[in-house]
């Protein structure tokens, strides 16, 4: 563990390591928890310190991209969030999650649905393409019961069983999805919508 003060200048002069997957790691002299994680290829800015009791460790970004200062700035913002017991890393997670469109839902399903029979597959992708087309990249959270409730009744005008079928697979997602969890083991999204 080597420590230096993190400047422009001082970082250019830093080499890469040899190694392909082998990190060299340096602590900024000033500021406790500030560094820089040297790959093969990257110089990767970073702070680190203990939220309930485990290390964490956050990106704050590459070297060239960002500067020193820029990190800094960003590592102090970071570590004063930590000191408050905030795991920016697992906030970030779950803030991704939260943010899941219904299309990715639907791709994480058929990956995990492999035994579903043809027929089901090809009824799912029309549900998708054709009946739920215009949520595929809302957030599965913005799509409220009321929504459900109309596009259903839009649906049933054509086609009472194609509109079942759609509610059908639509809570299948939802709750295929609720299976998404925080660290603590929470739902973030919540099943059974339709």
């Known amino acids: 563990m080597a420590r230096k003060k993190l400047t422009k200048s001082e970082v250019d002069k830093l080499p890469f390591t040899e190694q392909s997957g082998k990190q060299v790691f340096y602590y900024d002299t000033e500021l406790k928890g500030f560094g820089l994680r040297v790959g093969n290829k990257t110089k990767t800015y970073f702070a680190e ?19 020193a200062e820029e990190a800094r700035k960003e590592a102090k913002v970071q570590l004063a969030a930590m000191t408050k017991d905030i795991n920016p890393n697992q906030l970030q997670r779950e ?16 990956l995990a649905r492999k035994e579903l029979k043809p027929s089901t597959k090809r009824d799912y992708k ?11 990249h809302k957030p599965m959270l913005d799509i409220t019961r009321d929504m459900v409730e109309r596009k259903h009744k839009e649906i049933s005008e054509k086609s009472e069983a194609r509109a079942n079928l759609a509610m059908r697979f639509l809570r299948a997602l939802f709750n295929f999805a609720a299976e998404y969890r925080d660290a603590n083991d929470k739902q973030l999204l919540f099943g059974e919508r339709t």
């Open 49 to 67: 310190t203990k939220v309930q009791g485990k290390t964490v460790r956050v990106s704050l970004g590459k070297h060239g991209v960002i500067t």
């Open 95 to 110: 803030n991704r999650i939260k943010s899941v469109t219904l299309n990715e839902v639907y791709t994480d399903y058929m």
């Open 126 to 136: 029309t549900c998708m393409e054709v009946y739920l087309k215009d949520w595929m």
